[in-house]
């Protein structure tokens, strides 16, 4: 078994409609010693894309170098399967399970591969370094720097975390350099904190976190969602199980009266209220058991940390009691699947065509005669895929993926109908909706930053980035 660290710079921050302009990865042993040369794989821009402006200033990859030194999403994605995907193969990021996994499945979908069996068959599987950071820091932070941002809150950022430990991080939002960093940050929490470690490491799977989750009793939960007051850790119990098989948890770290009172259209009027909305929000998260949650048995929070996080286990188990003589997890439950059946009636109001089918990525599972329809889309070399015909798909999404995957990956083979068809395509995308198109939100941002930047560096990105923009937009009769 061995780990596989990777880390992605996108064009913007939707797995949706953004894409990864740079993959870099480091193969290592379970002691965490490189095996193997790194990858770093810069990926064409195509131009039906916009890049976010704000994305590219931070990343300061430019859609005109992926196009020069890069390569197509199939040819990244044969690549990724023979050098990357190996059996046996943990993949860890910082962050990942919610933003560069995220990516990765949209990516694998879009070039018809199963977008999640990179991460689990063959004994593949993943983990997020993350949640690590934060239950080491809320719970056994000893031998750790741990930094604080500008304003004095605490934070997990990548860059501070190695600059306060004075490990080498060479280029932050170079995903090659962060992912070196990533590697930096385990080894010293494996070093410092094994126990932690290893214990995160070994109850990653699914079944091991609903065990936990199932048993019962009060858990140590750590999420981004929860407070940095307590370290983003808290105690929660677990309300009920719901349909898509997940829990809802409540935080035990607060007085749940003025929730147990709340009827519940007053519930969902809560859970739907803006951030901002300075009410007080509903304390109960859905935990996915599918996605690495960090989740340790209450034992782990010894007097030290009851202490340091501010975390009162009598009080919790008070808050518990109360909430279990109430009807409220049954009032919980039926506002999630209000809101579930409320966005499921969302997604089905998308139109079946080829502006949003990049989107539908989670509408339903592939069959498996499909599957072998798209290992036949894959081995396809550009001139034999004009043999495989839309109509062999069962999946509606799968045939209005097709014209897409040819135009992306194999543009200069298009014969001229298939070449209307994308430009018809390329304009709906980019200029339809005309003052709201995708295009003059782009110019009008990129008006924005040019009158606030002034490093040089910085103005030559606002250049590239006009330029780029003027050099796909779809002439227009």
């Known amino acids: 078994m061995t780990f596989y660290f990777y880390d992605l710079e996108t064009s913007g921050i939707s797995a949706k409609s953004a894409r990864i302009m740079q993959f870099a990865g480091q193969r290592t042993d379970m002691d965490l010693n490189p095996i193997g040369e790194p990858h770093d794989i810069l990926i064409k821009m195509t131009d039906d894309i916009l890049p976010e402006p704000d994305a590219v200033m931070v990343t300061g990859i430019t859609p005109q170098k992926t196009i020069a030194g890069g390569v197509s999403e199939a040819e990244f994605l044969q690549t990724f399967h023979t050098e990357v995907a190996l059996p046996d193969t943990i993949f860890v990021g910082f962050n990942s399970v919610r933003f560069d996994d995220e990516f990765m499945r949209y990516t694998q979908y879009r070039n018809y591969y199963d977008p999640y069996e990179w991460q689990w068959k063959d004994g593949r599987s993943r983990w997020d370094l993350l949640d690590l950071v934060r239950m080491t820091r809320a719970l056994r932070p000893e031998g750790i720097e741990w930094p604080f941002d500008s304003s004095g809150k605490p934070s997990n950022r990548l860059e501070l975390l190695t600059s306060v430990n004075k490990l080498s991080?060479?280029?932050?939002?170079?995903?090659?350099?962060?992912?070196?960093?990533?590697?930096?940050?385990?080894?010293?929490?494996?070093?410092?904190?094994?126990?932690l470690f290893d214990f995160l490491l070994d109850i990653r799977s699914k079944n091991k976190v609903q065990e936990l989750v199932d048993s019962e009793e009060m858990f140590i939960y750590t999420s981004g969602k929860y407070s940095s007051v307590n370290e983003k850790t808290t105690i929660v119990t677990k309300l009920c199980s719901t349909p898509e098989g997940a829990a809802l948890v409540y935080d035990l770290s607060i007085d749940p009266t003025p929730f147990l009172k709340m009827s519940q259209e007053e519930l969902l009027a809560r859970w739907q209220a803006p951030w901002k909305d300075p009410a007080p929000k509903v304390p109960v998260k859905?935990?996915?058991?599918?996605?690495?949650?960090?989740?340790?048995?209450?034992?782990?929070?010894?007097?030290?940390?009851?202490?340091?996080?501010?975390?009162?286990?009598?009080?919790?188990?008070?808050?518990?009691?109360?909430?279990?003589?109430?009807?409220?997890?049954?009032?919980?439950?039926?506002v999630i699947k209000k809101m579930n059946s409320i966005r499921n009636v969302e997604q089905k109001q998308l139109v079946d065509d080829l502006q949003n089918v990049d989107e539908r990525l989670y509408e339903a599972f592939i069959a498996g005669q499909d599957k072998i329809t798209m290992s036949?889309?894959?081995?396809?070399?550009?001139?034999?895929?004009?043999?495989?015909?839309?109509?062999?798909?069962?999946?509606?999404?799968?045939?209005?993926?097709?014209?897409?995957?040819?135009?992306?990956?194999?543009?200069?083979?298009?014969?001229?109908?298939?070449?209307?068809?994308?430009?018809?395509?390329?304009?709906?995308k980019l200029l339809g909706s005309g003052s709201k198109s995708l295009v003059a939100k782009y110019m009008k941002r990129l008006k924005e930053l040019d009158e606030s930047v002034t490093e040089p560096g910085k103005r030559y990105l606002l250049e590239e980035l006009q330029l780029y923009a003027e050099s796909i937009l779809p002439i227009v009769d």
């Open 286 to 334: 859905t935990l996915k058991f599918n996605r690495c949650p960090a989740v340790a048995p209450l034992a782990v929070l010894d007097s030290k940390s009851q202490k340091r996080i501010k975390l009162d286990p009598k009080l919790a188990l008070k808050y518990r009691e109360q909430i279990a003589q109430t009807d409220f997890s049954n009032k919980c439950l039926a």
């Open 376 to 428: 036949r889309v894959r081995a396809a070399n550009p001139s034999e895929l004009n043999e495989i015909s839309s109509d062999e798909f069962k999946d509606e999404r799968l045939k209005g993926l097709l014209p897409l995957y040819k135009a992306r990956n194999f543009s200069k083979y298009l014969n001229d109908e298939e070449r209307i068809q994308w430009e018809k395509f390329r304009t709906e």
């Open 169 to 195: 991080h060479e280029s932050a939002h170079d995903a090659l350099s962060d992912v070196h960093a990533t590697i930096e940050i385990a080894k010293l929490i494996k070093q410092k904190q094994p126990k």
